[in-house]
């Protein structure tokens, strides 16, 4: 059922009864089925060709070239979980052989992940192909045997109804149950809690603002039956420049963060908004250089006015907050175009002002100029959970402070040196994800293959005859998976 | 700290600023260092030898035959974390290597997992030694690198002592930070709320009653940064009996299970208290079997006063639903000794009687009698998620119903064809979780070296110098781990 019209609160039921009877056919799916499925589906997006890019240039203000990266970014991530189910092992299948003659006897048991049951997405804004419809929660729920039940954002619904469309044909090309993905359209918040509480949902995929991903969180702990909720809910991603880098690499340091700072508007969730260093004459030179490089960004338009609202009002409490000073364009701005904001405050006020650690979703940095180490560490220390934090510096730098990159693993899911976090590279070992409220579990990944995690549990087979075990848990392995045999990992 | 006395509420903000304290040294230990302690702790808990055996048997009515089997089974566990901890890949070490001709230029991204921070553990009264102070979860979060804060058991609290000092032992012989392990004893629920709610608590486990787990959930839901908890909350472990198995062997079926039903006075998780079959001449046989070998299981003492109230309460409530017949020895327990009770029910009455659904934890089984095949799934279906369901059936009845172990996987975490629950092999496929209210969170296990990942979370390292890179990631790969190199996994 692809709904082209709002979904009414008595017709969440019936998705959601409809998605669940979907998924007891869904999960029956082989590996090599369910990959031809989301490779068919990146194809049908492909070949919804200009109408597509047209759509989202007119509903979100993004750059051809942009749609055009994100897309492919997109055909990239279903491709890889197709790979992943092709290759096999990321069921975790696990043998242990019976032994009869141990005392007591033990019985054949062997283990694989199966998929959840019926899971819900909530888009981002930000990114209306890689994140949204078809993004990655979807495509790592469906390679699970998941169905899905995507509810659109309001921010580019024409786009999200085009997606739903191509994994319709998908779905009709691979002869899967129809309502395998089920697409909705809601009016205010309360669809979103409609689905999130409804019986038959199984899990929650959440991309966008902290209050959106906790009410979410809440709804689904508060169930009678309670579900995880993977709300990805933004960042600040604190960055460390040290001083043995500054001294070298000022400038240059300062050209990257400029373009960090500033790409695609500053509308990434892996945004660089708190650059962290020491007051000195490296860092004023860094400052100077930011300053110049930022005040030649040409004005841009954000996705929507919502976003530009709350750009501009947000960036006003922090500028209006005690001992923050504004470096660049605080008054550029108008109603249709942004500039971007630098500002910068003192480690001490810092700490002093606890609103200045919140997200300003943009293209805004604060620069926290600290009296010396002590501070630094304190200052990143004090921000809660990040998707990242980056670190510049030399190995010099590294040898007198060993003890940075430890401490950077206590405060993200990822730890940068010598970049810039923007760009989230898809592949195995990205983790993107991070303590509270980064996300609301930390243990789970919302890129990368091992993103499929979020929507699987364990089952094991205790005495199973080998001809009634699912293929993953056969004993003549004819899947050829990588398992772990008898407690030895990768047999 | 290992505390004798009742824990105050403010003593526990000091208790878990220290474990905090400690998490943040113990976290660098190498994996040999952790695999050392734990070994060490099993040989430490040996070395309490008969005065511990001695103990637990004044506390908990256990006979010390079952005690020593329970004793090397947490020891066991122990040195099999111990044992995961030298092989090494559990980490799910991955390594992307940079591609600086790809555009955009790929950075070299290398994952694994990390400990979450201090766990807090609430142990079973029901095993005093393997689900309680040095149990599973205790050893599996001190084998992540978190460090453990356990409340005990007010059940064995003399036992769980020992077993404290034991480990503080095995901290100081392996000079470990000394409150890597704290014990706190509590003064009612108060102390355990305060655990789940202090804000260095980084995750929980626990093992006992739907009220407790459900309640705990929820104090950690609704914190301001909430956190993870795996509680394992008991289960009625649903047996299908088919019908070609009970014509074979309706006798030997029935004494298989009148053991499982009464062992340890039926005081298991994993105790099969709802058995679901045909209405037949073959059912007929096996009641009649069930009900001569269930009344020569001799009576015998619960663990405390507290459970055989709740059984003697839990099973009256169900004995007086409309429908339900006792079958064998309803009036025979006494304020000491406990006797087994078997009833049964038509699946119409089951069906309609919501509370039949509950756990009466003790040595208590209900017989369900189904009009048909239809009505046994009905009646299964209708019980919510369980740590186990087992089928008894040949291959016949598996022919004629191939569809049976599908839905079994639906409805718990381990799926056993002809066997009983009770007795959970400690092993790497063992899966001890299953959907709610089985346990808060099916994605886990609490048995096995997978419960381990209750406690880690994946962190991810861009651009990062070789020699600045935890062991498990540099490229030579010094602790000779299976990791996935460039999306491949387990090279």
Same mark, same amino acid.
């Given at each position: ?6 979904? =009414? ?14 998924? @007891? ?21 492909? %070949?919804?060709?200009?109408? @597509? ?29 197709? *790979? ?10 696990? &043998?242990? +052989? ?25 888009? %981002?804004?930000?990114?209306?192909? *890689? ?23 309001? *921010? ?15 779905? =009709?090309?691979?002869?899967? $149950?129809?309502?395998?993905?089920? +697409? ?24 966008? #603002? ?26 600040? !991603? ?14 240059? &340091? ?37 300053? #110049?490089? &930022? ?14 609202? %709350? ?25 249709? !175009? ?24 943009? $293209? ?6 600290? %009296? ?17 934090? =980056? ?24 730890? @940068? ?19 509270? $409220?980064?996300?609301?579990? =930390? ?24 001809? @009634? ?19 030895? $990992?990768?047999?």
């Amino acid at each position: 059922m692809s709904l082209s019209s709002i979904t =009414s609160l008595p017709e969440i039921d019936l998705v959601m009864e409809q998605s669940m009877q979907a998924f @007891l056919d869904y999960k029956k799916t082989n590996p090599k089925e369910r990959a031809s499925f989301l490779e068919r589906i990146a194809f049908e997006i492909e %070949a919804l060709g200009e109408e @597509l890019i047209r759509t989202t240039q007119a509903e979100t203000n993004l750059p051809e070239a942009r749609l055009l990266g994100e897309r492919g970014r997109t055909t990239t991530q279903l491709r890889m979980f197709a *790979a992943m189910l092709l290759e096999g092992s990321w069921v975790e299948a696990s &043998i242990d +052989h019976a032994i009869p003659e141990r005392v007591p006897a033990k019985p054949d048991i062997r283990k694989m992940l199966v998929p959840l049951g019926p899971v819900v997405v909530f888009g %981002a804004s930000n990114f209306p192909y *890689a994140y949204s419809t078809a993004g990655g929660d979807t495509a790592s729920a469906l390679a699970s045997g998941s169905s899905v039940v995507v509810k659109a954002h309001p *921010a580019h619904i024409k786009t999200s109804e085009l997606i739903a469309s191509a994994i319709a044909k998908a779905i =009709s090309f691979c002869n899967l $149950p129809a309502h395998t993905f089920q +697409h909705v359209e809601g009016n205010g918040f309360e669809t979103g809690k409609a689905l999130v509480q409804q019986s038959n949902t199984a899990a929650v995929g959440f991309t966008g #603002s902290f209050s959106g991903g906790r009410a979410l969180y809440d709804y689904a702990a508060a169930r009678p039956r309670p579900i995880p909720v993977f709300s990805e809910m933004g960042s600040t !991603n604190p960055v460390v420049l040290l001083q043995d880098a500054l001294e070298l690499n000022a400038e240059v &340091i300062a050209t990257q963060y400029a373009g960090s700072i500033t790409l695609g508007v500053g509308q990434f969730c892996t945004n660089p908004g708190l650059l962290i260093g020491i007051k000195s004459a490296s860092l004023d030179r860094f400052k100077s250089s930011l300053i #110049s490089a &930022i005040n030649q960004v040409p004005a841009a338009k954000m996705l929507h006015q919502g976003i530009l609202t %709350a750009y501009q009002k947000n960036s006003a409490i922090a500028l209006s907050t005690n001992g923050v000073h504004s470096l660049a364009n605080e008054n550029a701005s108008n109603e249709i !175009n942004t500039t971007p904001i630098i500002a910068n405050v003192s480690g001490a006020d810092f700490l002093a002002n606890e609103n200045l650690k919140d997200e300003v979703f943009g $293209p805004y940095a604060l620069l926290i100029e600290c %009296a010396d180490i002590v501070e630094v560490k304190k200052v990143w220390n004090s921000v809660s959970g990040q998707l990242t934090t =980056s670190i510049m510096g030399t190995d010099n730098d590294f040898a007198a402070h060993p003890e940075l990159i430890e401490m950077a693993t206590s405060i993200a899911g990822r730890v @940068l040196l010598n970049g810039v976090p923007t760009g989230v590279d898809v592949c195995a070992s990205m983790v993107h994800g991070g303590p509270y $409220p980064a996300t609301t579990d =930390s243990r789970f990944t919302a890129v990368g293959i091992n993103a499929v995690k979020r929507w699987v549990r364990p089952v094991c087979y205790q005495n199973c005859p080998d001809h @009634l075990l699912p293929d993953a848990l056969k004993e003549i392995n004819p899947l050829q998976l990588k398992r772990m045999i008898d407690g030895n $990992p990768y047999q």
